[in-house]
T-cell receptor, first 114, second 113 residues
Framework: DADVTQTPRNRITKTGKRIMLECSQTKGHDRMYWYRQDPGLGLRLIYYSFDVKDINKGEISDGYSVSRQAQAKFSLSLESAIPNQTALYFC?????????????FGEGSRLTVL | AQSVTQLDSQVPVFEEAPVELRCNYSSSVSVYLFWYVQYPNQGLQLLLKYLSGSTLVKGINGFEAEFNKSQTSFHLRKPSVHISDTAEYFCAVKKTGFQKLVFGTGTRLLVSP
């Protein structure tokens, strides 16, 4: 089983719908992240969390919100989806105190907004 | 702000040929450097990393990279590629003492027979 699990893996929705992408991890890491991947743009950070009570905006947080329900769970919500949020979304984790920056990624959630 | 530049969006190469994927970063302070690989329909996985010490870093699958501080580069190399190396490769940088990793835009390596 994967250490970082994302659900759903694929989702097609319509403009204006609320969407939640979920991430759970069994690595025991404190830090969790949500990234968005677009062709030619690489990965851009949406939100990150260093523990259950710590949530931080990344470089492209507008239109997104997150919830850290437990150390192992970090969900990303699109309150009202729009077509330019069509992308591949990745959850990632990393160590806390000994963090050198190495990230461990899930397999991605492909979202299409029509 | 730190940034990462991957000059080549796509690199086509024949099987068993050598390859170099270029990465340059901008930072005036100490950094950690990483290469990640993304195979089709998969997440990213770490290929290799430079934290300190020897400037030549060896990674998985026969890849290596050399940290060049004066040129602010961290190019990835493999002496002989396989079809299975076809993937997208991302360079990333993190300032020491800072929390976030910054990714380049990726280089797609296409290996043909």
């Amino acid at each position: 089983d994967a250490d970082v699990t994302q659900t759903p893996r694929n989702r097609i929705t319509k403009t204006g719908k609320r969407i939640m992408l979920e991430c759970s991890q069994t690595k025991g890491h404190d830090r969790m992240y949500w990234y968005r991947q677009d062709p030619g743009l690489g990965l851009r950070l949406i939100y990150y969390s260093f523990d259950v009570k710590d949530i931080n905006k990344g470089e492209i947080s507008d239109g997104y919100s997150v919830s850290r329900q437990a150390q192992a769970k970090f969900s990303l919500s699109l309150e009202s989806a729009i077509p330019n949020q069509t992308a591949l979304y990745f959850c990632a984790t990393s160590l806390g105190q000994a963090n050198t920056g190495e990230l461990f990624f899930g397999e991605g959630s492909r979202l299409t907004v029509l | 702000a730190q940034s990462v530049t991957q000059l080549d969006s796509q690199v086509p190469v024949f099987e068993e040929a050598p390859v170099e994927l270029r990465c340059n970063y901008s930072s005036s302070v100490s950094v950690y450097l990483f290469w990640y690989v993304q195979y089709p329909n998969q997440g990213l996985q770490l290929l290799l990393k430079y934290l300190s010490g020897s400037t030549l870093v060896k990674g998985i699958n026969g890849f290596e990279a050399e940290f060049n501080k004066s040129q602010t580069s961290f190019h990835l190399r493999k002496p002989s590629v396989h079809i299975s190396d076809t993937a997208e490769y991302f360079c990333a940088v993190k300032k020491t003492g800072f929390q976030k990793l910054v990714f380049g835009t990726g280089t797609r390596l296409l290996v043909s027979p």
